[in-house]
């Protein structure tokens, strides 16, 4: 299932977005991993959300800060950040099915990323 992120912009420090990332086609139970990458670094995994039990898991970096969610009638994952800071600034990526929420784990070794959506957060 391929899945494109959009909702990124530029914006300042304390300031919400929300991302969404629509499907190609019915999601099923598949998992939404979020990812990002920022400037100069590698990928990181940021959220999972289970397709079944909507077990989430965040990264310590985002917990309390931003919240994942799916609407699976619409074949749809949301990003809900909050209280946004400059080094949350990356380009935004949704994936599915290469992430487990129960263990936290992400599959990063993943050549077609696409094109994301990039979130600017200014100080």
């Known amino acids: 299932v391929q899945l494109q992120a959009s909702g990124g912009g530029s914006v300042q420090t304390g300031s919400s977005l929300r991302l969404s990332c629509q499907a190609s086609?019915?999601?099923?139970?598949?998992?939404i991993g979020w990812f990002r990458q920022a400037p100069g670094k590698e990928h990181e995994g940021i959220s999972c959300?289970?397709?079944?039990?909507?077990?989430?898991y965040y990264t310590e970096s985002v917990k309390g800060r931003f919240t994942v969610s799916r609407d699976n009638a619409k074949n749809t994952g949301y990003l809900q950040m909050n209280n946004l800071r400059p080094e949350d600034t990356a380009v935004y990526y949704c994936?599915?099915?290469?992430?487990?929420?129960?263990?936290?784990?992400?599959?990063?070794?993943?050549?077609?990323w696409g094109q994301g959506t990039l979130v600017t957060v200014s100080s």
């Open positions: 086609e019915r999601l099923g139970f598949q998992t």
């Open positions: 959300i289970s397709g079944s039990d909507g077990t989430r």
């Open positions: 994936l599915a099915d290469h992430c487990n929420p129960r263990l936290g784990s992400f599959v990063l070794d993943f050549a077609s």
